[in-house]
């Protein structure tokens, strides 16, 4: 596609719920990072992942956050036992470069807004 | 540690009235500094990547400059569809392939 979608765009779940959020980047896009944006706050690195290497998981909070990339494209975050912390807004972003040069950098999807009540 | 702060916090600005907005760092080993614009609702947009002191990159407006320490941002003449939130980010030596993002500036620019 022209940009890097996710969906769904606006969740709503119970606290102790599992979460299962999806990104689809922008096709050929080798580099792919998850960003937590909580609200007043600056974004927070979770995960990256680099065509076949294995993924960089030094910024997940916790143990109930994990994260996959099927077939070096579409990545799903989910999120167990959901926590009334863990509401913010969940961005995505891939990048033609691993090191986000060029005259593009990363490319921002429009993130899911989860909310756990 | 590395640290990423913007400044100021909020800005409000009339139409064409020129201003600067800035973004301080603290990083082992730059490997670039990148400003991107946020409009609310949406994810944030690529705007300039800056590797070294004494770069600038301009775009319509925009003009970002970098030294040692700070990044700065400088709208010349700006329009209301210039308000958003602009981040500042760093990739550095101590974190591989990860950003480091400041707080964000929020701007608006009244007609």
């Known amino acids: 596609g022209a940009g890097v979608s996710q969906s769904p765009s606006n969740k709503v779940t119970e606290k102790g719920k599992d979460v299962e959020l999806r990104c689809d980047p922008i096709s050929g896009h080798t580099a792919l990072y998850w960003y937590r944006q909580s609200l007043g706050q600056g974004l927070e690195f979770l995960i990256y992942?680099?065509?076949?290497?294995?993924?960089?998981k030094s910024g997940l909070p916790s143990d109930r956050f994990s994260a996959e990339r099927t077939g070096g494209s579409v990545s799903t975050l989910t999120i167990q036992r959901t926590q009334q912390e863990d509401s913010a807004v969940y961005l995505c972003a891939s990048s033609l470069f691993p090191t986000g040069q060029g005259a593009y950098g990363y490319t921002f999807g429009s993130g899911t807004r989860l909310t756990v009540v | 540690e590395d640290q990423v702060t913007q400044s100021p916090e909020a800005l409000r600005l009339q139409e064409g009235e020129s201003s600067s907005l800035n973004c301080s760092y603290t990083v082992s080993g730059l490997r670039g500094l990148f400003w991107y614009r946020q409009d609310p609702g949406k994810g944030p947009e690529f705007l300039f990547t800056?590797?070294?002191a004494g770069e600038e990159k301009e775009k319509e407006r925009l003009k970002a400059t970098l030294t040692k320490k700070e990044s700065f941002l400088h709208i010349t003449a700006p329009k209301p569809e210039d308000s958003a939130t602009y981040l500042c980010a760093v990739r550095g030596d101590n974190y591989g392939q990860n950003f480091v993002f400041g707080p964000g500036t929020r701007l608006s620019v009244l007609p």
């Open positions: 800056l590797y070294s």
């Open positions: 992942f680099q065509g076949n290497s294995a993924p960089d």
